[in-house]
């Protein structure tokens, strides 16, 4: 039953991988700028947001934070199996 769960939570995170990565919009080239200064002068004007770290977190590093998520959900789900099925040995 928990392998299945997460044979189908696995299944689904990859899917959402995958449908962020076909469905992004292409990026301009970076030739000749730095990129903390175009990030300074960008991120309001191209995010609509007032606070350029929330700008360069949630828009212009989007899927590094993803990545960083799923990393820690992934660890989450794994210790949490563990737990449990060390859990349901100690009653049997």
Same mark, same amino acid.
């Given at each position: !039953?928990? *392998?299945?769960? !997460? +044979?189908?939570?696995?299944l689904l995170i990859i899917f959402l991988m995958v449908t962020a990565v076909l469905s992004s919009p292409d $990026? %301009?080239?970076? /030739?000749?700028k730095r990129v903390s200064r175009y990030y300074? /002068? %960008?991120s309001v004007e191209k995010t609509g947001s007032s606070s350029i @770290?929330? #700008?360069i977190v949630w828009d212009f590093r989007g $899927?590094?934070?993803m990545g960083e998520e799923t990393v820690l $959900?992934? #660890?989450t789900a794994g210790i +949490?199996? @563990?737990m449990a099925l060390g859990f349901? =040995? =100690? *009653?049997k």
């Open positions: !039953m928990i *392998k299945k769960a !997460m +044979l189908g939570i696995c $990026f %301009n080239p970076w /030739e000749g300074i /002068e %960008n @770290v929330s #700008a $899927f590094d934070t $959900f992934t #660890a +949490l199996t @563990v349901t =040995r =100690r *009653k």
